[in-house]
């Protein structure tokens, strides 16, 4: 199931139609009402929670949220070079569409890891945070050569696609 949501803030409009249907609820309320719920029956089929993230507002970061772990009174996450200490985080995989690293979209450091814009009052790590959350990396170069903004031209093009996968995921480590 795929399900479209946006807060409105941005006061751009929300075209609904019969084929796209787009639910009023910021990020938060997003994953709170479609994500996997910490008290789902062991051995029953888990939700899986994948996020698609389009555009995400300057110096805004979402991803923090994306990552917490499901059961937030569990508050044993690994940090330095360890690996995740087996918390299970609320999303598996997120992806972000927009401009990367030193653009527009998210913040450089927290959403995208960019170290240029690590500051000595950020966490202690040079870890990205998403590594320090057991999440990968993965830039969709396909997908993003694909892809334009209104701010793109011919000698320059700033939009990406980028995935934050689970360590581990499907068989694939970091």
């Known amino acids: 199931t795929i399900i479209a949501t946006d807060d409105g803030s941005w006061k751009a409009p929300i075209y609904n139609n019969r084929h796209i249907q787009v639910e009023q609820l910021s990020a938060i309320e997003s994953l709170d009402k479609y994500g996997p719920k910490p008290d789902e029956q062991e051995g029953s089929a888990k939700t899986r929670l994948i996020v698609l993230c389009s555009w995400m507002p300057p110096e805004i970061d979402f991803s923090a949220d994306f ?4 059961d937030t009174t ?16 609320l999303v598996e995989e997120y992806i972000l569409i927009g401009e990367a690293d030193d653009g527009t979209c998210g913040h450089n450091w927290y959403t995208w890891g960019n170290h240029d814009f690590h500051t000595e009052d950020d966490d202690e790590s040079k870890n990205s945070p998403h590594v320090m959350d057991g999440y990968t990396r993965v830039d969709l170069e396909e997908l993003s050569s694909l892809q334009f903004s209104r701010f793109d031209c011919k000698r320059s093009s700033e939009s990406k696609t980028v995935s934050f996968r689970r360590a581990g995921q499907n068989g694939q480590d970091s």
Do not use: C, I, Y
């Not at 990552?67 to 499901?70: A, S």
């Not at 508050?75 to 299970?88: C, L, P, Q, Y």
């Open 74 to 89: 569990n508050k044993s996450v690994a940090t330095g070079d360890e690996s995740v200490d087996g918390v299970e985080r």
């Open 67 to 70: 990552r917490r772990p499901l």
